[in-house]
């Protein structure tokens, strides 16, 4: 089965400063890979996705993400974090072709200080 | 394009009664998934539909979760009887091709 393990719980910086939200997938298969983002009281929302093309992925908001095969991870990036940016962020990996299960991370909460 | 709808987003019940969630997915989609939240963890998928058709329905506990699709367009879930640890957001999502889109949940307090 395939699962993700996301290393911190939380992690907190300060605006202006760069964002590292790591991940380790498991897969036995060439995996599709997510990051979901999830803001108080609102639904999860795509922030990127790599589905076997190009390594580094960008996604919205000034997020992107690299694969990295031999070290079995997927850690999200943002150089720059801007107070809206705290959130609960979940690394998610598809399991399977066609119909796809998405298997979710614990989540990190992502806390910004002025 | 309007997005995945549920209802109610609160729902406050006691235990041993029952309770029904609804979605809407995004006009078009086939796949339509129902998944629960519980506090500080990632969402688990309950039941996944295609179409009005149950593809995957394997972590639903089906002694007291029910799902349905009726006409492949809205689908409800309910809990008979609710327990304590039912407590959570339930989500549902629909996909197109390879990404879900999410609603906003509803949030089950089972006291």
């Known amino acids: 089965a395939q699962s993700v393990t996301q290393l911190d719980s939380h992690v907190s910086v300060s605006e202006g400063t760069p964002v590292l939200l790591r991940c380790n997938y498991s897969s036995s298969y060439s995996p599709s890979l997510f990051w979901y983002v999830q803001h108080p009281n609102k639904g999860l929302q795509l922030l990127l996705k790599y589905t076997s093309a190009a390594t580094l992925v960008k996604g919205i908001n000034g997020f992107e993400a690299e694969f990295k095969k031999s070290e079995t991870s997927f850690h999200l990036t943002k150089p720059s974090a801007h107070m809206s940016d705290a959130a609960e962020y979940f690394c998610v990996v598809s399991e399977g072709r066609g119909f796809q299960k998405l298997v979710f991370g614990t989540g990190t909460r992502l806390l910004v200080s002025p | 394009e309007a997005g995945v709808a549920q209802s109610p987003r609160y729902k406050i019940i006691e235990k041993r009664q029952s309770v029904a969630f609804w979605c809407n997915p995004i006009?078009?989609?086939?796949?339509l998934y129902w998944y629960q939240q519980i506090l500080g963890q990632g969402p688990k998928l309950l039941i996944q539909?295609?179409?009005?058709?149950?593809?995957?329905d394997s972590q639903l506990p089906k002694d007291r979760f029910s799902a349905e699709r009726l006409k492949g367009v809205d689908s409800t879930l309910k809990i008979q009887p609710a327990k304590l640890e039912d407590s959570a957001v339930y989500l549902c999502a629909s996909s197109y091709g390879d990404t879900q889109y999410f609603g906003p949940g509803t949030r089950l307090t089972v006291l």
């Open positions: 539909f295609q179409n009005n058709g149950v593809v995957d």
């Open positions: 006009s078009g989609h086939a796949t």
